[in-house]
């Protein structure tokens, strides 16, 4: 082989060597990607998808994982959610943190738009649904629903209610809500 075949040769290798190490590695989800938007059961969840143990105003607490639910969408995307145990919390906190929840997605939760993130939420008195960034404030308050009709509550559950459309259960409250563009 010529010398300059040789050195287009090795060009060409390195070049093609270079361009792979360039792409960034695949986000690898924690379960396989699903064909339509798929309801999460306690389950499906494991520690390799949700933590085992969270970050809340200046604290880390236990996620009950027995008590998880969420969504997974088809384009590989979630919103997920876990209750705690906040006991090591103020009882100011405690009344409103019963839960933290994920989402890779932009939701409308209640009438109301949350963006991506980490968040902590839980049902108040006189049918409020509150979330709380990880300082403990307020983002929002909506209206929440009790279901009176439910054969067996469960700590937390999530449900498909219709089309992209799926309920927030603790115990018998809810919140509705939907992914947003």
Request: charged share 20%; aromatic share 10%.
């Amino acid at each position: 082989m010529s010398r300059t075949l040789r050195m287009v040769a090795a060009s060409a290798m390195l070049l093609t060597g270079l361009s792979v190490a360039a792409r960034p590695a695949a986000a690898q989800s924690a379960l396989p990607k699903p064909d339509k938007d798929t309801v999460l059961k306690a389950a499906d969840i494991k520690g390799t998808l949700f933590p085992e143990a969270v970050f809340f105003r200046g604290q880390s607490a236990p996620v009950q994982m027995r008590n998880t639910g969420g969504v997974h969408f088809a384009d590989d995307f979630y919103v997920l959610a876990g209750m705690v145990d906040n006991s090591g919390y103020s009882t100011g906190i405690r009344e409103k943190y019963q839960a933290y929840l994920l989402s890779e997605v932009t939701l409308a939760m209640g009438g109301k738009m949350l963006k991506p993130g980490a968040y902590g939420i839980g049902f108040l008195e006189g049918g409020k649904f509150v979330v709380m960034d990880l300082a403990a404030n307020d983002v929002f308050v909506a209206a929440a629903g009790r279901d009176v009709e439910i054969k067996r509550p469960v700590p937390l559950q999530i449900v498909a209610t219709g089309a992209a459309a799926y309920r927030l259960y603790i115990g018998r409250d809810f919140v509705e809500f939907r992914r947003t563009p």
